[in-house]
């Protein structure tokens, strides 16, 4: 009671009376007692607000970043992109083509056929199909490879009867018997185009190009909203992001397929290694250190799908998380040590350090409901300085990302209207992926290593086999029961804010987090549940 009456008075006093009211509110009780807890009191108060100033603060900073790379981009649009090459290859050079695979029995065909589809002289031209399969994919895949072969194309089916290096390990195989002077890599989900040669390899006339990306499109974009806000996130990043790192000369990376490789770059950068889950960014970053140049072609585009379902989602955003955390481990002091200009440097730090808003806004979350019984000496500017605060995030961070996206969409001329109709699912999918994200980024802090995992793959709707890597293993904690658990929290957050008009403009706030983690964590759980059930059913 004495330190309810307390918390009362003080929260409306100002800073200079305080210890005379603490002495006369405890009235018959030790003094001394109500001062020692009205400066507990004090101190838990400044700390959150401190604590809570940094974590907004990261946030803030981040999405300067984002609204420096959209004007970065607008810029290049207004003054045209550097596409043509320097000059023309008078006699086309030697490609070999590398399609990974693992346990893909139902796009094989489909990448194996688009790739000897390629428009470029046959006698130039190599397919190295890598195929790492455990199961019936591998008779599939060899089965078109000997098809495509008697047709007259040079198809090379090779199969490992290990995963060592998993993906990393398969391409440098590949490369111990590559004819070929540039190499072209494409998942086993992607379909490339026939002009994908003829559009991209005369940038490599310029002797400085180590490798050319070109940007991806999306074969399932409107089959569900989950894909179609994939699509607008990976929109902002290959027609924005990588974009304005291109066109003001920072580095950017390979985005592990749909991209050309001068093999002797490959070499000189110390080949494919497998030490991050991310080996397409580190193999760039050490390629960009050696001197090499990237050329990133915004206006070629190959189309693949994006994951269908939550689980091959959430699986692939823990691996590209997890890796890009791995990679700035690895690789950051290195750059930061390096001769590059200070503009490169700091935008690789960014790019390098992406997964720590996830971090700043779960630990944002972590906040709110003990913010919420915390009082602060600014009782009499609270409501100002709650908006305030609320306007700054929301225009920093949360408008920040999604300006990333729009303006995305806008560049390909898709509707605005329709755009911001799926902003609400944009903002609730990016909140309900941030406990992964971090568990993903603290995993990488704290050294663990974990399995490379594919990304399944659908061809269109086909039930994709699970990776065998994920056989056996159990959680702790069911997938989704965190998320489901925060959900809980925003949504007991809201019922007290309701009562609290100082804090009640932050509702729709937590609705949303609330909706993101309900977003992610019911389905979460859901398949987890299915894949126990399935994992206690004995073989027949």
Request: one cysteine or more; proline letters at 5%.
């Amino acid at each position: 009671m004495i330190a309810e009456t307390i918390h009362l008075r003080w929260s409306r006093s100002d800073l200079g009376r305080w210890p005379v009211l603490a002495e006369h509110q405890v009235g018959g009780c030790d003094a001394t007692l109500g001062t020692t807890i009205l400066l507990r009191m004090k101190t838990l108060a400044l700390s959150f607000l401190i604590y809570y100033t940094v974590v907004l603060a990261v946030i803030g900073i981040y999405g300067l970043h984002r609204y420096w790379m959209v004007w970065v981009f607008w810029r290049s649009r207004r003054r045209g992109g550097e596409t043509e090459p320097v000059r023309r290859f008078e006699c086309l050079p030697r490609v070999t083509v590398q399609l990974p695979m693992f346990n893909e029995r139902h796009v094989a065909k489909r990448v194996i056929e688009a790739a000897c589809a390629i428009d470029y002289p046959r006698d130039l031209l190599e397919i190295q199909v890598l195929d790492d399969s455990t199961d019936e994919s591998a008779q599939v895949a060899q089965s078109h490879c000997a098809q495509m072969a008697a047709a007259g194309h040079d198809v090379c089916y090779l199969h490992r009867t290990n995963r060592a290096g998993y993906k990393a390990g398969a391409l440098a195989n590949g490369l111990k018997s590559a004819k070929g002077e540039f190499i072209a890599v494409f998942d086993a989900d992607f379909v490339p185009p026939t002009d994908i040669l003829q559009r991209t390899i005369h940038q490599f006339s310029d002797p400085q190009i180590g490798m050319v990306q070109t940007r991806w499109a999306h074969l399932n974009r409107d089959d569900s909203i989950l894909t179609q806000v994939q699509a607008m996130v990976l929109d902002g990043h290959f027609i924005v992001e990588q974009t304005a790192r291109a066109s003001s000369g920072r580095w950017f990376n390979f985005n592990g397929t749909a991209g050309i490789w001068r093999a002797s770059c490959i070499e000189d950068a110390g080949g494919w290694q497998h030490d991050t889950l991310t080996e397409d960014t580190d193999l760039s970053y050490r390629a960009q250190l050696k001197g090499w140049r990237f050329k990133y072609l915004g206006d070629v585009t190959c189309p693949a799908e994006v994951p269908p379902t939550v689980s091959a989602f959430m699986g692939q955003q823990h691996r590209w998380n997890k890796g890009l955390t791995q990679t700035a481990i690895k690789l950051l002091p290195r750059i930061m040590r390096s001769d590059a200009p200070l503009a490169t440097k700091v935008e690789a730090f960014f790019h390098l350090t992406a997964p720590v808003p996830y971090v700043a806004v779960l630990l944002l979350v972590l906040l709110a409901l003990p913010a919420l019984f915390v009082a602060t000496p600014l009782y009499e500017v609270r409501v100002l300085a709650v908006l305030s605060v609320g306007s700054l995030c929301l225009v920093l961070g949360t408008v920040a990302a999604c300006t990333f996206c729009v303006v995305s969409q806008c560049a390909q001329k898709i509707s605005l209207w329709r755009t911001l109709l799926r902003l609400p699912a944009l903002m609730a999918i990016g909140v309900g992926i941030n406990v992964l994200n971090t568990k993903a980024t603290v995993e990488a802090l704290l050294g663990r290593q974990s399995p490379f995992v594919r990304t399944p793959k659908y061809a269109g709707g086909h039930e994709s086999d699970p990776d065998p890597v994920l056989n056996g293993r159990r959680r702790r904690i069911p997938s989704g029961l965190i998320e489901l658990g925060l959900a809980g929290l925003m949504l007991a957050c809201v019922a007290i804010s309701i009562s609290r008009p100082y804090v009640v403009v932050g509702v729709p706030f937590l609705l949303l987090f609330a909706a993101g983690y309900l977003a992610i964590g019911v389905p979460s759980l859901r398949q987890s549940w299915a894949r126990r059930a399935r994992s206690r059913i004995s073989p027949t």
